[in-house]
């Protein structure tokens, strides 16, 4: 099963999916993230999710129209954002969108933001494995 995550950024949010479908959905998924505006992978996503032993260091921060014309089973936009400006994929089977919050707040020390981070991997996370249970049974 091919699944397309998108964000506006792809910098935190599309990245945690990415990596929880990717380690929860194992052989049985093949998942690939976009942003409308990519702007890299953010540190804080990828130290939070080492700490449940998923490893995000080698993503790509890509932009949606690279897989502007491809297959996939499922396109999951995960912000409201990229909801409203993400392009149709006609060869999407499904379309699905769940909206988190941008745990990425400029105003927040880094102790915080780590804090909003965990949390929101921790709901990406419950989401995810919730959503590949029903998918994949």
């Given at each position: 099963?091919?699944?397309?995550?998108?964000?506006?950024?792809?910098?935190?949010?599309?990245?945690?999916?990415?990596?929880?479908?990717?380690?929860?959905?194992?052989?049985?998924?093949?998942?690939?993230?976009?942003?409308?505006?990519?702007?890299?992978?953010?540190?804080?996503?990828?130290?939070?999710?080492?700490?449940?032993?998923?490893?995000?260091s080698?993503?790509?921060?890509?932009?949606?129209?690279?897989?502007?014309?491809?297959h996939?089973?499922?396109?999951?936009?995960?912000?409201?954002?990229?909801?409203?400006?993400?392009?149709?994929f006609?060869?999407?089977?499904?379309?699905?969108?769940?909206?988190?919050?941008?745990?990425?707040?400029?105003?927040?020390?880094?102790?915080?933001?780590?804090?909003?981070f965990?949390?929101?991997?921790?709901?990406?996370?419950?989401?995810?494995?919730a959503?590949?249970?029903?998918?994949?049974?």
């Open positions: 099963m091919r699944i397309l995550v998108i964000c506006t950024g792809n910098r935190a949010r599309s990245q945690m999916a990415h990596g929880w479908l990717r380690k929860l959905g194992a052989a049985r998924v093949e998942v690939s993230s976009a942003g409308t505006e990519p702007k890299g992978v953010h540190p804080i996503a990828v130290r939070v999710m080492h700490e449940v032993g998923i490893d995000i080698g993503h790509t921060s890509d932009h949606v129209d690279l897989y502007a014309g491809q996939f089973e499922l396109v999951l936009t995960v912000c409201d954002s990229a909801k409203e400006s993400c392009p149709v006609p060869g999407a089977a499904r379309t699905l969108h769940h909206s988190f919050e941008d745990p990425d707040d400029p105003d927040l020390s880094e102790a915080e933001l780590t804090a909003v965990r949390r929101i991997r921790d709901e990406i996370g419950e989401y995810c494995g959503l590949l249970a029903d998918l994949l049974e």
